[in-house]
């Protein structure tokens, strides 16, 4: 049995860190994959690839098991429903099943100190979230059409995944987050119980000893703030704020707590 985690705020070096570990336990044909989930989500490409991903994977036999931990929302809910099986935690956070975008209006601010953008652009909407400046009806009519387009994918892959309609999705798919508990209630987890929990469950659907142990694949890189006092928080702080920043104003399966 392989073992992957997804831990902290899904970008592009969690995303080729994951599909590298998910090419290795189809090379060694595992016959099945415990997938630790520990993640307010993230960007939604890299999302979706790794859920396609792990589709691939199950098409080839393997069976996959996800486990929520300490919070498996947003995006971490779309990899998981990738999943044949959801194991959370009663205490687990989950849901946020929505999609978000923002920009930074500074306009007021700027005028205050001084500053004035001076703006050539190729098309009207080439600086659509420009810090300068309001958005104006016609771009917030369309950045919201590209968010409805978001979110109906993101309600599709649920539906799919845990085999609801649309409608009952919708009914709880409003960036609202419960926990695992009141998750299983919903249908968007299958049992309630711990990773070894999920460990067992695994074992079982690949008809493999009870007590086989799991091969951890793909280990993130530790960083330099994990080593200093209070470094893990720090690192999730960190995390967060990159993930903010480099993706300001593109659209995130991301919980904001």
């Not at 919708?170 to 419960?178: L, N």
């Not at 720090?234 to 991301?254: F, K």
Request: proline share 4%.
């Amino acid at each position: 049995m392989a073992r992957i985690t997804i831990e902290g705020a899904i970008a592009s070096g969690t995303r080729k860190r994951v599909l590298k570990a998910l090419r290795d336990v189809e090379k060694r044909e595992f016959p099945a994959l415990l997938l630790r989930i520990d993640s307010p989500g993230g960007t939604v490409g890299d999302s979706q690839e790794i859920h396609a991903a792990l589709l691939r994977l199950r098409e080839k036999g393997c069976h996959v098991v996800a486990s929520f931990g300490n919070i498996s929302a947003s995006g971490g809910v779309y990899i998981g429903v990738a999943a044949e099986k959801i194991v959370s935690n009663p205490g687990t956070i989950t849901g946020s099943i929505g999609v978000i975008l923002r920009g930074n209006n500074l306009s007021k601010l700027l005028e205050r100190v001084g500053i004035r953008f001076e703006t050539v652009k190729s098309g009207a909407f080439k600086d659509i979230l420009s810090p300068d400046r309001a958005l104006s009806a016609e771009e917030r009519n369309l950045l919201q059409a590209l968010i409805d387009s978001s979110y109906a994918q993101f309600v599709e892959a649920v539906a799919t995944g845990r085999d609801l309609s649309p409608e009952t999705v919708r009914t709880f798919a409003d960036g609202r987050v419960f926990s695992g508990a009141q998750a299983k209630e919903l249908g968007l987890v299958d049992e309630l119980g711990d990773e070894e929990r999920a460990r067992v469950l695994a074992a079982e659907l690949a008809d493999l000893d009870e007590d086989c142990k799991p091969i951890t694949l793909g280990k993130p890189k530790k960083k330099l703030l994990a080593n200093l006092p209070g470094g893990a928080l720090l690192g999730r702080v960190a995390e967060m704020l990159e993930t903010e920043l480099s993706h300001s104003g593109q659209a995130l399966w991301l919980y904001r707590p």
